[in-house]
């Protein structure tokens, strides 16, 4: 863990280097994935079959036995308990509320030269979602992903999931069968990528690609990038929680834990405007991670990653915030919405002393996909955007192009583009350009 | 010219071919280009000015001289004819009164739970603009990529641009000035991509690039992506016309050859539903190939990627609109707005006989800046969305932390994420989970 003093000499560097401390191990599988992409395409079911068997231990797997059936989905919910049942419908009813709020609107207009335009949204046809089997399958993922798609208007919402050794998760179903998957294949690693963009025998094509994965699985969708829409590729999770000395070092320690727990790549950061209080939330750090169940995962990320940052006065901190464009922004503060006011880049803020970030990760409402690597600074976390796209709409009279068409002609002549100036000139019986 | 009939046996196919046909040629320029951003990452100006001496031919060039001054601005804009700079004011007028409308709304609420929600809108601090040099320099092109940047609020809008041989284009440094540009570099290639992402001596890095390159460019968009956000990388320009036979033949040809002139790899295609017309029209393309000055690009567009599809009753083009998803969508129908409302896949559509393609490539006033290549089925023209990004944020009290948070630790008890469940235990006085 790094302790950072603003006021140090070396502070400008030191923070400097803080902000582009590698984290990342770069695995380089392109050519394998390529390689599995051609087959799928080209051999469709029998190669995604042949990688299933193989990569999943399922010898026996058939074409016809690729999709999870609506039976299969009913026999894991029974599994389910009814707490967790509630909790993950509370969830998807408080994301779907959030969501719908986010549905854009277009517009359509005359203007005063008698031309029509306009805007409108439309959803993609078919999104296919990608679901990490093994420990990383997460059901509150499972919403976040799927339920922006549905409330966006997309009409066949496909999930992969690999199922290694065959082992269905529960709790994954129940949140599929919540956000209204309409389609689900045992399939995972490039070859469930290849399959969605491509299409085979069974699995019909789609026209964009969410969700996490590992190394292989982001090669594929970057490879498939441009023959479908991706959502982005996420790096390794971060927090940045803001706190003054009033709040109880060990609710701190553990907000920083929540993000340090997911991965050693992970990275949490707290800056304070109290040395002393930071000192208190390092040792409460320590106490926490004795009993952590992923202790040793969270200790390795805190060490090598962790960061504490002292400021004179918090006021201090927004441009530091800005810089750091943190995927998740805590302000345990007194008064966190004059400060939120001023950040301008952070893919989700956390309001106050009672707002730790897991409550966001799975109850809030927001989304807990959001820009890693200090993206924040120009992208944003997933949203019913990501699942619609944007026609523009023109229209013109003969009237309306008298009025407006002789100036395209001009520019038209003036870029040397003559058949654009002749379909303007044409129509206004004007000499061609 | 590929000519289809919707009734032939072979259709299906011979569709899903046009559909399929391979126009780019790529070219990997990938290790030049590493090494050229590397070299400016590493080296600031002092690379940045050797490669611009060198293939722009500015042997005498210094780290002072990139910038082109407001004096050259002014100098070049005594240039400018009237007539076109009354066409580039227009043009600019239309175009930010359009995009004003996109400027998107955030919302704040809060729910039965006491919680409060919200999500806000912020521009990216500054932007990038790559605007290419020698006979690609389109005035038109600085508008529509600069305008949506400045409607968003971005502060610092930074032009790039080489000048080969040292010369200026008047009409591009005054659509800059009229778009507000506020810095402007005399470079260009991967160098000039590099500077803008990591930054030199005199270029202060941005957060986004934008604006359309050649394949050096293109490879070095993609390689900065993640350190600053791009927009998309175009491909080749394509029309998709719907005409019945009411429309005078030579209009629609001139359409058609509007994209084809644009270069050899670009795409025209007419969905007619009267052959005879069809015919026509491709006599009429041939009559204009005689007359237009860049008519050997257009021919060789035309003969290699061109279609005229013939289908029985227009009301059936919609499936294969969608399918092609065409960047720009002409409707010269009867009843172009009944058409339009039911095609779901398009970057821009023209509505009717008088809306020629080319005058919403001027002065319409949406964006010129579309999705190619099949993508409008999940992608969307440039837009002051580019230019923003979005920030949720969430706030609970201990009462509202007490009615949503055990569904939290719950949620995180079932995916073994330990530090998420106690951070939000801690806060309710809960037993760790």
Redesign the interface.
């Known amino acids: 863990m790094l302790l950072l003093d603003a006021r140090a000499a070396d502070f400008a560097d030191a923070f400097e280097s803080l902000l582009h401390m590698k984290r990342e191990t770069d695995e380089d599988v392109n050519a394998t994935v390529a390689a599995i992409i051609n087959d799928v395409r080209h051999r469709g079911d029998l190669a995604l079959v042949e990688y299933t068997a193989k990569f999943d231990r399922l010898p026996h797997l058939t074409p016809a036995g690729l999709a999870i059936t609506a039976d299969e989905v009913d026999a894991a919910l029974a599994q389910v308990s009814p707490?967790?049942m509630?909790?993950?419908e509370?969830?998807a009813e408080?994301i779907t509320?959030?969501h719908r709020?986010?549905v854009?609107q277009g517009?359509a207009?005359t203007?005063a030269a008698g031309?029509?335009?306009g805007?409108r949204w439309?959803a993609?046809?078919a999104a296919g979602l990608y679901v990490p089997g093994g420990?990383a399958a997460?059901?509150?993922s499972v919403l976040m992903n799927a339920i922006p798609a549905k409330v966006a208007g997309v009409e066949r919402l496909v999930m992969v999931v690999p199922t290694p050794g065959g082992v269905l998760n529960p709790?994954v179903l129940a949140a599929a069968r919540l956000a209204g998957i309409d389609e689900i294949y045992r399939v995972g690693g490039a070859q469930a990528v290849a399959a969605l963009a491509h299409g085979t025998e069974t699995i019909r094509p789609v026209?964009?690609i969410v969700g996490p994965g590992n190394a292989f699985v982001a090669a594929a969708k970057r490879q498939v990038f441009?023959t479908?829409?991706i959502d982005m590729i996420a790096g390794p999770s971060e927090i940045l929680v803001v706190a003054d000395g009033a709040n109880?070092p060990?609710?701190i320690a553990?907000?920083l834990?929540?993000q340090?727990?997911?991965d050693t790549a992970a990275q949490s950061i707290l800056i304070t405007d109290d040395a002393d209080f930071g000192r208190r939330v390092a040792l409460a750090v320590e106490s926490?991670l004795k009993?952590?169940?992923?202790g040793e995962i969270?200790r390795q990320s805190w060490e090598a990653h962790g960061a504490i940052v002292v400021v004179p006065h918090l006021d201090d901190c927004v441009a530091l915030v800005?810089r750091i464009a943190p995927e998740h922004l805590e302000l345990a503060v007194e008064n966190?919405?004059a400060l939120?006011a001023k950040?301008?880049?952070?893919?989700?803020?956390?309001?106050?002393?009672?707002?730790?970030?897991?409550?966001?990760?799975?109850?809030?409402?927001?989304?807990h996909v959001l820009?890693t690597?200090r993206?924040?600074?120009?992208?944003?976390?997933l949203?019913v955007?990501d699942f619609m796209?944007?026609?523009?709409?023109?229209?013109?009279?003969?009237n309306?192009?008298r009025a407006?068409?002789?100036?395209?002609v001009?520019?038209?002549g003036?870029?040397?583009?003559?058949?654009?100036?002749?379909?303007?000139a044409?129509?206004l019986n004007m000499a061609?350009p």
Chains 1, 2 share one sequence.
Do not use: M
């Open positions: 707490e967790l509630a909790a993950l509370l969830a408080r509320d959030f709020r986010q854009p517009y207009y203007d031309v029509r335009l805007q439309t993609v046809q420990t997460y059901p509150s709790l026209d964009k441009g479908v829409g109880d060990a609710w553990a907000d834990l929540s340090a727990e997911h926490h009993v952590l169940p992923r969270a800005d966190p919405d939120a950040v301008r880049n952070a893919g989700a803020i956390f309001l106050g002393r009672y707002t730790p970030e897991a409550v966001g990760d799975y109850i809030g409402g927001p989304n820009p690597a993206s924040a600074r120009f992208s944003s976390g949203g955007h796209k944007r026609t523009t709409l023109l229209g013109c009279d003969a309306a192009l407006i068409g002789p100036a395209a001009a520019l038209a003036a870029e040397g583009l003559g058949a654009h100036g002749l379909s303007v044409l129509r061609a």
